[in-house]
């Protein structure tokens, strides 16, 4: 994603997929107020989080999302989760 905030992508990925803030930290098994601060913060992402942050976007690509330079697309080929 090189040259794009990682926050709006989070969010528009999150949204693609139909999924609530509650459900995508439920299915990254990470807490709430980390999507949301991710989603909503270009603030960098600390190492400890990093891990975390990982399972979130393995979430997000397992339900279709692609990240790509110029922001996220939902592959039409997907299930809906």
């Given at each position: 994603?090189?040259?794009?905030?990682?926050?709006?992508?989070?969010?528009?990925?999150?949204?693609?997929?139909?999924?609530?803030?509650?459900?995508?930290?439920?299915?990254?098994?990470?807490?709430?107020?980390?999507?949301?601060d991710?989603?909503?913060?270009?603030?960098?992402?600390?190492?400890?989080?990093?891990?975390?942050?990982?399972?979130?976007?393995?979430?997000?690509e397992?339900?279709?999302?692609?990240?790509?330079?110029?922001?996220?697309?939902?592959?039409?080929?997907?299930?809906?989760?």
């Amino acid at each position: 994603m090189a040259g794009r905030r990682l926050s709006p992508c989070l969010r528009t990925a999150r949204q693609l997929l139909g999924l609530t803030q509650s459900e995508v930290a439920e299915r990254a098994r990470i807490c709430v107020q980390s999507v949301k601060d991710w989603e909503h913060s270009s603030a960098a992402v600390p190492p400890a989080r990093a891990a975390m942050l990982g399972r979130l976007v393995r979430v997000l690509e397992d339900g279709g999302i692609t990240f790509r330079s110029d922001g996220v697309s939902l592959d039409d080929k997907s299930a809906s989760p």
